[in-house]
């Protein structure tokens, strides 16, 4: 890996005398996924032009970064990445793409979760994140609020003569999260709590069951290149008969034949696609944070209430 990155240092160098078309008089940012990007864009309105190195519909887990990412990076004035271990290869990118400020990690300050929450997969044989953090934070709006701040104040300290923008953007995007909470709570309330529960192919959803009375069981660790155990998807497939779990969902970025598997071996009916570590692209169903949130909330009610 270290090989792999040298080459993209030398690569971005090679690269330098050709950047990328820039948007004129807009503050370049790269932003590691598309979720993230899509947060930044909110926040810094006409000042940014923003750049998802993992674009919709695609998987940041197994991301391997190529020259022309480096050369973006190297060209920007702010990256921003996640945090938590969920693409701790941005900050060795950035590095060697010769980029000068600090990374911003936008989950910073959030109450992180552990990623010792019920899965089939076996952690001993798979990638884990960082000192065993789940890093799926954005899927409790709550911590998504932190987030926004969080790129405000990364925005401002990049670009102070549009601070005042960036602060005035963040605080009309939270009150539109505050109210986009609200409705995900009421919502799920109103199911009975023997509804509350699912099945999923990987485990990206356990800050929305902390905070929404959820209870999720998923197929795979919280990483999507990790192989589930046939021992432990057994003991998942007991499980679901056992606790009478109404539904199993697919998500956009993992191998479906998985949860059709499950499925089909524990009598669980599929509810549906949900969208966990990607947006999908401009014509679908989830091309931005709150529309990505607002499809899962009427996929789970339709998945979870269905006869």
Do not use: C
Request: cysteine-free; overall charge negative.
């Amino acid at each position: 890996m270290r090989k792999f990155f040298s080459f993209i240092a030398l690569s971005a160098m090679l690269l330098a005398g050709t950047p990328h078309a820039a948007q004129a008089g807009k503050m370049e940012v790269v932003a590691s996924f598309s979720i993230l990007a899509d947060l930044v864009a909110e926040v810094g309105g006409e000042h940014v032009s923003v750049h998802a190195l993992v674009g919709p519909d695609e998987d940041a887990h197994g991301f391997q970064p190529r020259p022309s990412d480096a050369r973006r990076i190297g060209a920007a004035t702010l990256v921003v990445a996640n945090g938590l271990g969920f693409d701790s290869w941005m900050e060795r990118l950035a590095r060697s793409a010769g980029h000068q400020r600090p990374v911003l990690v936008a989950s910073r300050g959030i109450h992180e979760l552990r990623n010792d929450h019920g899965s089939a997969h076996d952690h001993d044989h798979g990638h884990k994140h960082a000192h065993g953090v789940d890093p799926h934070a954005w899927q409790d709006v709550a911590n998504t609020i932190v987030y926004v701040r969080n790129i405000a104040e990364g925005l401002s300290a990049a670009d102070p003569d549009a601070a005042a923008s960036y602060r005035a953007n963040a605080e009309r995007y939270v009150a539109e999260l505050q109210a986009l909470d609200a409705e995900i709570r009421s919502a799920l309330a109103a199911l009975p709590a023997e509804r509350r529960k699912l099945i999923t192919s990987h485990d990206a959803f356990a800050y929305f069951g902390r905070a929404y009375d959820v209870r999720f069981l998923a197929a795979q660790g919280v990483a999507t290149e990790a192989e589930p155990s046939a021992k432990g998807i057994a003991r998942l497939i007991r499980q679901i008969r056992a606790e009478k779990v109404p539904a199993a969902f697919l998500e956009n970025v993992t191998d479906q034949r998985l949860v059709e598997r499950i499925r089909s071996e524990s009598g669980a009916r599929l509810g549906g696609t949900l969208y966990s570590d990607a947006l999908s692209a401009a014509d679908g169903p989830a091309p931005s944070y709150v529309a990505m949130m607002r499809h899962n909330l009427a996929t789970l009610l339709g998945g979870l209430t269905a006869d």
